[in-house]
């Protein structure tokens, strides 16, 4: 038997009260729905995680329907900014 898992429609990747980064997961066998779940980790696992799925998605064609990371972004070196957190 094979579990089907899939990002909760309708429910945004959150921040937790405990500073964590929580992905709601639905997940299904057989067509049939078990509660749905989260996938919680900490932000050096999420930053580890985006990383990862960059370098998965890296070579492949961006979607028009993608997020503005994965947009191609020009900048001169002159006038580009890092900006942070405070």
């Known amino acids: 038997m094979n579990w089907k898992v899939e ?3 309708g429910c ?3 921040r937790s ?6 992905v709601p997961l639905r ?4 067509g ?3 509660p749905d779940a989260e996938l919680t980790l900490t932000l050096a696992e999420a930053e580890h995680l ?3 799925l960059c370098r998965a998605l ?3 064609p961006v979607s028009p329907a993608a997020p503005d990371c994965r947009q191609p972004i020009q900048a001169s070196t002159g006038t580009a900014r890092i900006v942070g957190r405070a």
């Not at 009260?17 to 929580?22: G, I, K, M, N, S």
């Not at 997940?27 to 057989?30: A, E, I, T």
Request: charged share 35%; net charge negative.
């Open 58 to 60: 890296d070579g492949h």
């Open 32 to 34: 049939e729905h078990a």
């Open 12 to 14: 945004p990747v959150r």
């Open 17 to 22: 009260e405990d500073d964590r980064v929580a």
């Open 50 to 52: 985006h990383a990862a």
């Open 27 to 30: 997940l299904s066998r057989q």
């Open 7 to 9: 990002r909760t429609p």
